[in-house]
Each structure stands twice: as C-alpha cells, then as structure tokens.
C-alpha cells in the first residue's frame, strides 16, 4: 500500500491537500462547507497526515486543551481507502506524538456512525448523545 504518516502544520502547502479531504468526507455529505466555518483553530493544531504517492489520503488533527488534555478533531479518510487501516496509523501516530509531547489524555467528540472505530482503539464514551454538524455525537476519551 505504501502510505506514508507524517506530522504538518496549517503554514505547509498540504494544507489546501487536509482542508479539501475534510470537505469532502466531513463536510459535503452533511450539506455543509467549511467555507461557512471559523478555522482559526486550525493555527493551533498539529496536523497528521497519510499520504500515497505525494496525496493526502488521510488526516487527524492534534488540539491543545490544557496543559494535560488535547482534543483528536477532523478525523478522515477518503472514501476508497477506508477499511484498510488508515485511521488507526493517524491515532497511533497522534496518540504517540501527545504522549511524547507530555500531555496525559486525549477528549474527542464521535459521530455516533464511527463510534466502534475508537471503541476499537480503547476510547472510552463519556456521558450523553449531542447534536454536533446536525448529527449525533459522543464525548470520548483516552488516557495515555
Ligand atoms: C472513521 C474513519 C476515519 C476510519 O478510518 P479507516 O481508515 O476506515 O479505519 P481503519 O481501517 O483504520 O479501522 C480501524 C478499526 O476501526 C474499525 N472501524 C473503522 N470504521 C468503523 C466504523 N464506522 N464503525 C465501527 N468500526 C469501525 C475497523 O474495523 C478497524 O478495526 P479492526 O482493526 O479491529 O479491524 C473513516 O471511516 C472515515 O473517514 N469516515 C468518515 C468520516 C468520519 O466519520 N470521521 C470521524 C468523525 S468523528
């Protein structure tokens, strides 16, 4: 397969690359752009990404909360490589890069759709179903 992770930040230009894959598998099928959105954020943020033969096929993004806590957030894999272990190398590399950043725990909000995906890498759901994009959420969360 061939796919490579590596670690980036929103001044590269992979950005265009991250910001068209969460357009369109986390975006577009909910009716919504994130041209509509404040991603400040995104300043913030370390970037996962996996790449085959030089395109973005995957990312995560790494938030600091405290000086304990990062949030997991845009979390996606393009459609025709999912299921083949793309999104477990993004949060094994994330969870890697907190831990050795020294953060103790990592919170994210699920899409209800996806929740075994992150049962299956021992996150935890924490308290009641939200509405979040206009569509079922959980709070999970990891210690590391
Ligand atoms: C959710 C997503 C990121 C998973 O990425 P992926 O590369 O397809 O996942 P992987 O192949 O690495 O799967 C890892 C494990 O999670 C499981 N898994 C993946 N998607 C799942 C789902 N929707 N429901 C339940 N389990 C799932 C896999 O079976 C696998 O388990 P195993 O190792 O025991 O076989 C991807 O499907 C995606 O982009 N979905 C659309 C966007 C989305 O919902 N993002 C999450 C927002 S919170």
Redesign the pocket.
């Known amino acids: 397969m061939n796919i490579s992770v590596s670690i980036t930040d929103q001044s590269t230009p992979k950005y265009q690359q991250v910001w068209e894959l969460r357009e369109a598998?986390?975006r577009i099928p909910l009716g919504l752009s994130l041209r509509n959105e404040d991603l400040s954020r995104d300043n913030i943020n370390t970037f996962f990404i996996a790449e085959q033969e030089g395109q973005v096929i995957?990312c995560?993004l790494m938030e600091p909360k405290d000086a304990e806590t990062v949030q997991l957030r845009a979390?996606?894999?393009?459609?025709e490589?999912?299921?083949?272990?793309?999104?477990?190398?993004?949060?094994q590399a994330l969870e890697e890069h907190a831990a050795q950043s020294g953060y103790k725990k990592i919170i994210?909000?699920?899409?209800k759709?996806?929740?075994?995906?992150?049962?299956?890498?021992d996150y935890r759901q924490v308290g009641d179903e939200f509405v979040e994009v206009g569509i079922p959420?959980y709070h999970m969360q990891k210690v590391i």
């Open positions: 598998i986390l995957g995560v979390m996606a894999v393009y459609n490589h999912q299921g083949k272990g793309v999104g477990r190398l993004l949060v994210l909000h699920a899409r759709v996806v929740l075994g995906f992150y049962k299956s890498m959420h």
